[in-house]
Every structure is written in structure tokens, then in C-alpha cells.
């Protein structure tokens, strides 16, 4: 009867962290940038050595031969719709690129794309950090225009235009070499193979100004997944009340 318990026990985490990942993924399917993380389940089979004595059979009988393993991969490196939104400090890379910024303890992180700022210091910067690029705007600087090649001009106080610098990109070998730090914005981890790329070549995707890369999260999929695991849960809870039922049988049978 024990079984029962631990069997439903396991199943129980396992629908629970999934749930909290889909409802997490629906919470941000209008949250620009955002990349759904997908559930995956393994079975876990512990492969227990023949008892040499009947004393290591009774011992081994209640130690757990297997149970489910968890884990909810980001899907990064699907795009999603890009939006227009008329604002020239918008921008979105229609491609697997990144674009390198530095985080707020001097380390590189890779951003998706989003609003762009003018800083302080007068560099553009990206989600508060600045864009290693290293690209400053006069003052004076008006018409911002950034090329699908990354290539940024404006116009002076006199007229003229001139090249303020180029947008570089980058792409990263395996989604799994990336952490999320929030929504477009990841940490690269020590085994991540990052290759630089010039934006429209070497496979990294073009820089679009004027839009937002919108949620890769599919609402309609979403939600059907959501029922599923919440009738998995259901059942298993099933299971628990099943086996209680009939544990209280027994009991009573004792007497």
C-alpha cells in the first residue's frame, strides 16, 4: 500500500512543477521577448544489485528503485512574431542573434532586443546595460536610423549625417548554454561557445528597427497543455485517496 503513496507522491511533484511552468509561460504571452520554457519528463530507474543475503533483500525492499525527473528547457532559439510599434529606439533581431551588453557587475549578458536608451554618458544602451558596441550620440543628434546591417546614423545640428558605429550580433551554440536572467535577457554559462556574427551574415539574423520580438508562447497549445497536466494532477490525487480508502479498510479488518 506504501506503493501507492510514493508512486502518486512522485507523479504529484512532477505535475506540480509543470503546471507552475505552463502557467508561468501564459502569464508572459504578451510579455515582448519572452521564450516558453517546454516540459520534459524521464523516467528514472535505479538498477539495485541482486541481495547476496536474505538480511540485504529485507534491507533493499523499501529503498525507491526509480521515480520522474523534471525539467522545463527554454526554447530560445525559437523566434517569435515580430511587431511594429513606430518607435525608432525599438528594435528586434529577426534571426538567432544577440546583441552583447554589459550587466549591472560588469558581465557580459545577451539581450534580445527591446527598447533602446540614450544613457548618461550619452552611449545607447539595451534593458539598462550598455551595449558593447560602444556606440555614442551627440548631443545634438537627431533622425536615429539603425540599418538591418546594424549600422547607426543620425543628423547633426547642421544637417549632415553621419555613421555612429554598427550594432554588432552574436550566436550561441545549444539553447542549453544560456540562462535566463528575465524575459530577453540571458546569462552565458563557462561551457557556452559564443561566435561573433555581422548582422545578415553568418546565420545570426538581421537587426529590425522600429519593432518588438513578441512571446514565442503559442496561447492556444498552452492552455490545452495546462488542462492536461491539471487532470494528471487530478488523477494522481485520485491515486492518494484510492489508496488511503483501502488502507483504512485494512486497518478496520484488524480489528
Do not use: L, N, Q
Given at each position: 500500500m506504501n506503493d501507492?503513496?510514493?508512486v502518486a507522491a512522485v507523479s504529484l511533484r512532477a505535475q506540480q512543477r509543470a503546471l507552475e511552468t505552463m502557467a508561468n509561460n501564459i502569464a508572459n504571452v504578451n510579455t515582448p521577448a519572452?521564450?516558453?520554457?517546454d516540459v520534459i519528463f524521464a523516467e528514472?530507474?535505479?538498477?539495485?544489485p541482486s541481495p547476496a543475503t536474505r538480511a540485504e533483500e529485507l534491507a533493499n525492499r523499501n529503498l525507491q528503485s526509480g521515480?520522474?525527473?523534471?525539467a522545463a528547457r527554454d526554447m530560445i532559439s525559437l523566434q517569435g512574431d515580430l511587431r511594429p510599434t513606430g518607435n525608432t529606439l525599438d528594435v528586434a533581431i529577426d534571426g538567432r542573434g544577440f546583441i552583447e551588453i554589459a550587466g549591472p557587475q560588469g558581465q557580459t549578458l545577451l539581450w534580445r532586443g527591446g527598447r533602446l536608451t540614450v544613457g548618461r554618458d550619452g552611449y545607447l544602451a539595451g534593458d539598462g546595460g550598455l551595449l558593447q558596441s560602444l556606440i555614442a550620440v551627440?548631443?545634438?543628434?537627431?533622425d536615429l536610423t539603425i540599418g538591418r546591417d546594424g549600422v547607426v546614423t543620425a543628423k547633426t545640428a547642421d544637417g549632415a549625417r553621419i555613421e555612429l558605429g554598427q550594432i554588432a550580433l552574436v550566436r550561441v551554440d545549444g539553447d542549453a548554454s544560456l540562462e535566463r536572467t528575465k524575459p530577453g535577457l540571458y546569462r552565458i554559462l563557462d561551457d557556452a561557445?559564443?561566435?561573433d556574427a555581422v548582422p545578415g551574415e553568418d546565420g545570426a539574423g538581421t537587426i529590425e528597427q522600429g519593432m518588438v520580438e513578441e512571446s514565442n508562447v503559442d496561447f492556444s497549445a498552452a492552455m490545452v497543455q495546462l488542462l492536461m497536466i491539471q487532470r494528471a494532477y487530478a488523477a494522481n490525487a485520485q491515486v492518494v485517496q484510492a489508496a488511503d480508502q483501502l488502507s483504512s479498510i485494512s486497518n478496520n479488518l484488524k480489528r
Open positions: 501507492a503513496f510514493e519572452f521564450k516558453r520554457s528514472v530507474v535505479g538498477a539495485m521515480g520522474v525527473h523534471f551627440p548631443d545634438d543628434a537627431t561557445r559564443v561566435i
